[in-house]
């Protein structure tokens, strides 16, 4: 593994047709819990495996068992109802959660994939939460009085989860916060909730940002404690390295060098001006390409060819900056 550079992904993956119709049995009683963990071991696996063999460096296990982000934990923390069905972006509906009492975690969540996962392949394998802003921002909050009283509360499990990832071995935990920018007044919650969350952690911390006004954060977000930011970039043409030029960026920054959003495949040479632009505000050592998030909704092929693409540029300017090492 180079140390510059280093390759990875935002966190999801597509699942197979087989996975899909085995959830779909298994919700509706044809299906065991068991045999559905099977399959998705085996997804898991297979994901794995096509990580390891296009070299991309930082892997994760492609939450083959994970359906919404939030309900994932929604339902596995006490304190949850399963609210009725909403529409959030595009033309996505999903059950919105409802935190209806005190909030609490009877036991882990993530832990045992993420031990599974990392047991079968010598590359790190990221731990994946799901930040204590977003899940209070995509829930209806009944139980407590401000929603900065349920974003703490929301941390603190997202904490348990965090430190217990990282005592089962987590080198990277990434507590994602796609709605972040949502309401920019709140920043100063996401940012203390998040305090809460990485006070203790030993581990690298991230925080993918997703789609959505960036610039509408910065540069309060630089105050997030966490160690790099995870950003879609390709898909904005590199407008937020902009926002570099006046309040200097100050974390390590993982940076989409491909818009997943686009059927076309872009060249490496492409992927490699990416890394560039990049490496103006963030030096190689704190600079992570991969494609811009949203893998889950392409296919397998399409998947490999994008993450392909970054690696290769990767190695190519990787070449580049070790020429360039003063003397
Ligand atoms: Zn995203």
Redesign the pocket.
């Known amino acids: 593994m180079s140390d510059i550079l280093l390759t990875t992904t935002?966190g999801s993956f597509g699942k197979p047709d087989y996975l899909q119709k085995a959830r779909n049995a298994n919700a509706r009683g044809k299906l065991s819990d068991t045999e559905l963990t099977e399959l998705e071991r085996k997804a898991t696996e297979e994901w794995i495996r096509r990580q390891e063999s296009i070299d991309l460096d930082i892997l994760v296990d492609g939450e083959m068992y994970r359906g919404d982000m939030v309900a994932y934990f929604a339902e596995r923390l006490d304190g949850f109802k399963i609210g009725g069905l909403v529409r959030s972006y595009g033309n996505r509906y999903y059950h919105k959660p409802i935190i209806a009492s005190k909030v609490s975690r009877p036991k882990p969540m993530t832990v045992d994939w993420f031990r599974w996962t990392q047991s079968i392949t010598d590359r790190p394998v990221k731990g994946m939460l799901t930040g204590p802003y977003t899940m209070l921002d995509w829930s209806y909050n009944e139980a407590y009085r401000t929603r900065r009283d349920a974003a703490l509360a929301l941390a603190e499990v997202v904490r348990q989860e965090a430190e217990d990832l990282e005592r089962a071995g987590a080198k990277y935990i990434q507590i994602?916060e796609?709605a972040i920018h949502a309401r920019p007044e709140e920043i100063d919650i996401a940012i203390e909730a998040m305090g809460v969350v990485t006070q203790n952690l030993k581990a690298k911390t991230i925080s993918?940002i997703?789609?959505g006004d960036f610039a509408a954060i910065y540069p309060q977000v630089l105050k997030l404690p966490v160690d790099q930011l995870d950003l879609?970039m390709h898909n904005y043409e590199y407008r937020w390295l902009k926002l570099f030029d006046k309040d200097p960026f100050t974390k390590e920054l993982a940076i989409g060098v491909v818009d997943v959003h686009s059927h076309r495949l872009e060249s490496v040479d492409e992927a490699a001006d990416g890394i560039r632009r990049g490496l103006k505000y963030v030096s190689a050592d704190k600079l992570l390409p991969h494609p811009d998030?949203?893998l889950k909704t392409r296919t397998v092929e399409e998947s490999l060819d994008k993450c392909r693409v970054v690696v290769e540029a990767a190695k190519k300017v990787r070449a580049e900056v070790g020429k360039k090492v003063p003397a």
């Open positions: 935002v994602d796609p993918h997703c789609y879609a998030c949203g």
